[in-house]
């Protein structure tokens, strides 16, 4: 079973608008990543925030972690069309095991 | 995509054949994973590795099998395909596992 579930499973925003995506996971972790992914190609990583922090930024990304809660937000500000893709949150559950477990993703459509 | 390859890019099989799929990597990473992308799913762990000859079950091991002999090369093997095998097959690296992973661009693999 999947550890991370994305909110919303898609999203249709105007180019210029802010886009937020919500991740929802169940066991405790050591960090949480999230990548997104274009039409036909593989993952891109984006951004890693690690258990002992709770907000990060990137460029135009923010990622927010609340352990608490076991769930994390990624906001992208002043979207643009190029944006347009998957983006996929994944938990790292620390321990002995080096693996993640990916959500199954929100598709974020940004029209120009 | 970070110094990784994925061959063959497509394939089309015939139930009950055996294939293999090679993921090779230029940066020398320890850890490689392969994973598979079905609609609704996310990405699912299928094998990894964390060294030369050194490898692990994931989430869908059933009917896969992997070996790794050199650094570079990361072979993912269905010893008889399955139409439920049909899926898009994605190698992934990472240099320590517990950082970020670099995928390569996947492997359309169908199933008739």
């Known amino acids: 079973s999947q550890q991370g579930e994305e909110d919303p499973q898609a999203l249709s925003i105007q180019e210029g608008e802010n886009a937020t995506m919500n991740c929802s996971y169940k066991?405790?972790?050591?960090?949480l990543q999230w990548y997104r992914q274009n039409s036909g190609r593989g993952l891109v990583h984006l951004i890693l925030i690690r258990s002992n922090e709770r907000e990060k930024h990137s460029g135009r990304l923010r990622v927010t972690l609340d352990t608490s809660k076991k769930s994390s937000s990624l906001l992208i500000t002043a979207s643009r069309a190029a944006d347009t893709a998957s983006y996929f949150c994944?938990?790292?559950?620390?321990?002995?095991?080096?693996?993640?477990?990916f959500g199954s993703g929100t598709q974020l459509t940004v029209l120009p | 995509d970070a110094g990784i390859t994925q061959s063959p890019r497509h394939k089309v099989t015939e139930t009950g054949t055996p294939v293999t799929l090679r993921c090779h990597q230029t940066?020398?990473?320890?850890?490689m994973y392969w994973y598979r992308q079905d609609p609704g799913h996310g990405l699912r762990l299928i094998h990894y590795?964390?060294?030369?000859?050194?490898?692990d079950k994931g989430e869908v091991s059933d009917g896969y099998s992997v070996s790794r002999s050199k650094t570079e090369d990361f072979l993912l093997t269905l010893e008889s395909a399955t139409s439920s095998q049909t899926s898009v097959y994605f190698c992934?690296?990472?240099?320590?596992?517990?950082?970020?992973?670099?995928f390569g661009p996947g492997t359309r693999l169908t199933v008739l």
């Open positions: 994944a938990t790292d559950k620390g321990g002995s095991a080096r693996q993640l477990t």
């Open positions: 992934a690296i990472s240099a320590g596992g517990r950082d970020e992973q670099f």
């Open positions: 066991t405790s972790i050591n960090n």
């Open positions: 940066e020398n990473h320890r850890y």
């Open positions: 590795s964390y060294g030369v000859k050194d490898t």
